[in-house]
T-cell receptor, first 115, second 115 residues
Framework: DGGITQSPKYLFRKEGQNVTLSCEQN?????MYWYRQDPGQGLRLIYY???????QKGDIAEGYSVSREKKESFPLTVTSAQKNPTAFYLC??????????????FGSGTRLTVV | DQQVKQNSPSLSVQEGRISILNCDYT??????FLWYKKYPAEGPTFLIS?????DKNEDGRFTVFLNKSAKHLSLHIVPSQPGDSAVYFC??????????????FGTGTLLAVQP
């Protein structure tokens, strides 16, 4: 079954620590995205990648970093520079080169809590 | 600056009645629009989409209407069912069929369908 897998589902981080959220897809999609969901603010784009070894900042990239070494994988690192990292993080992928009929396929999300 | 706005954070409807969810956008370059449904602690799932060359698209109980002059779209659910209770996100993209398909999401509307 094709899809996107995010792990872990829940993650706790101490202040000052970096943490990496995993996102893997087996849909053969070219493009991958990271969004953050906060109450009352919808989904905000952190980073996106349209092709391997290339990625662009979204609207709220400060304090985050990504890599795209493989087509299937797009990990997100939340660094200690991110001032308010507690949120629900969503990874998505799309065919690329246009939204087609179905837009993005989303993973099930990772809830990050700073303790 | 919020380019996609869902001004109603919540909506309550009786089972069997019509649910109407609204979305406004400001960017005249948007030419493809999607609705996603999201349950708590899960990723959004695609519901229905519409391109700017149409003013209506229907899929079963779900119909999306687009009014380009008003920069407004709406999602109609008829009849509403308790399983429709979820957060609904409106999303928009510029450059349909082009090199980029970055989606901009609204803040979401929580729909509660009362039995």
């Amino acid at each position: 079954d094709g899809g996107i897998t995010q792990s872990p589902k829940y993650l706790f981080r101490k202040e000052g620590q970096n943490v990496t959220l995993s996102c893997e897809q087996n849909l053969n999609h070219d493009a991958m995205y990271w969004y953050r969901q906060d109450p009352g603010q919808g989904l905000r784009l952190i980073y996106y990648s349209q092709i391997v070894n290339d990625f662009q900042k979204g609207d709220i990239a400060e304090g985050y970093s990504v890599s795209r070494e493989k087509k299937e994988s797009f990990p997100l690192t939340v660094t200690s520079a991110q001032k308010n990292p507690t949120a629900f993080y969503l990874c998505a992928s799309s065919i690329g080169g246009g939204v087609e009929s179905y837009g993005y396929t989303f993973g099930s999300g990772t809830r990050l809590t700073v303790v | 600056d919020q380019q996609v706005k869902q001004n109603s954070p919540s909506l309550s409807v009786q089972e069997g009645r019509i649910s109407i969810l609204n979305c406004d956008y400001t960017n005249s370059m948007f030419d493809y629009f999607l609705w996603y449904k999201k349950y708590p602690a899960e990723g959004p799932t695609f519901l229905i989409s519409i391109s700017s060359i149409k003013d209506k698209n229907e899929d079963g109980r779900f119909t999306v209407f687009l009014n380009k002059s008003a920069k407004h779209l709406s999602l109609h659910i008829v009849p509403s069912q308790p399983g429709d209770s979820a957060v609904y996100f409106c999303a928009a993209s510029a450059g349909y069929g082009g090199a980029t398909n970055k989606l901009i999401f609204g803040t979401g509307t929580l729909l509660a369908v009362q039995p």
